[in-house]
Nanobody, 121 residues
Framework: QVQLVESGGGLVQPGGSLRLSCAASGSIFSINAMGWYRQAPGKQRELVAAIPSGGSTKYADSVKGRFTISRDDVKNTVYLQMNSLKPEDTAVYFC???????????????WGQGTQVTVSS
């Protein structure tokens, strides 16, 4: 089966940088859109950034100009480069991808387990 695993989370000071990665593995036939979501305590999960296959990237207004999403289709990996981090960026970050497996005729949505990002001095 298909699995998404995030890495790169941790504790960083305000103004610092962090890079998250999410690797998809398993019986993958193709991957369409990939993205990053985050959820802070007591808040709803929100879209941070998305990068469709062959399309334009999309960012939440709160991270625009500070975060950059990219993907490596050879490694089946999506990245989120986070610069100028603020305390309000603190959340659990989840990767998401629309993936067609070798055994299905349709795309399905997959989620990573989440990685904690804490921005504090």
């Amino acid at each position: 089966q298909v699995q998404l695993v995030e890495s790169g989370g941790g504790l960083v000071q305000p103004g610092g940088s962090l890079r998250l990665s999410c690797a998809a593995s398993g019986s993958i036939f193709s991957i369409n859109a990939m993205g990053w979501y985050r959820q802070a305590p007591g808040k709803q999960r929100e879209l941070v950034a998305a990068i469709p296959s062959g399309g334009s990237t999309k960012y939440a207004d709160s991270v625009k100009g500070r975060f950059t999403i990219s993907r490596d289709d050879v490694k089946n990996t999506v990245y989120l480069q986070m610069n100028s981090l603020k305390p309000e960026d603190t959340a659990v970050y989840f990767c998401n991808a629309a993936i067609k497996s070798l055994f299905n005729a349709y795309y399905n949505e997959y989620w990573g387990q989440g990685t904690q990002v804490t921005v504090s001095s």
